[in-house]
C-alpha cells in the first residue's frame, strides 16, 4: 500500500495540474470535441475520436487527483529533523566500491514524470536509510543480497 505522504512542492505540482487539466486543458478540448461532432458522421471522424479519447483521459486523470489530493498529508521541514533521514530529506550515499547515489525522499506520487533523483518512501532504499545519521550504515536487500550502503551527507531545503 502506498503511503499518503507528500512535499509541499510536491503536493503544489499535483494541484496545479488538476488546475491545468480541468480549468485550460479541458475547456479547450470540449470546444473542439463539440466542433468536430457538429460536422456530422463521428464514426470516420478523427478529430471527433482522438479529441473524445483525449477528454476521458483529462476526465480520469482529474477524479484521480480530486480522489488522492485530500488523502494527501503534506509534511513540512521540522528543526527537529536535522542531522537525520526523514521524509523530505536530500541524502547521499556511498557504498564500499566508491559508487555514490543522491536523491530527495519523496511520497510515491512525487516519482513520476520529470522528478529526477527522487525515491519513494515506499523502497526498500527509503527504509533501510529512515531515522540514520551521517556516517550510519544502512543495509538494503536486493535481489543479489543484502548490500552496505554509507550515509555522506543529509541535508534538508527549506
Known sequence: MKTKLITPEGYRKLNDEH?????????EITKIVTWAASLGDRSENADYQYNKRKLREIDRR???LRKLL????????????????????WV?????????????????????????????????????????????VASVKTPTGYKDWYITSIEYKK
Request: glycine share 8%; aromatic share 10%.
Open 19 to 27: 488546475d491545468e487539466l480541468w480549468l485550460k486543458q479541458r475547456p
Open 62 to 64: 482529474v477524479r484521480y
Open 92 to 136: 547521499e550515499i556511498e557504498n564500499d566500491e566508491g559508487e555514490t547515489k543522491q536523491f530527495r525522499i519523496v511520497g510515491p506520487e512525487e516519482i513520476y514524470g520529470d522528478a529526477k533523483g527522487y525515491i519513494s518512501i515506499d523502497s526498500p532504499m527509503a527504509r533501510a536509510l529512515i531515522k540514520k545519521e551521517v556516517d550510519d
Open 70 to 89: 485530500p488523502e494527501l498529508q503534506i509534511v513540512n521541514y521540522s528543526p527537529q529533523q536535522a542531522g537525520k533521514v526523514f521524509f523530505g530529506a
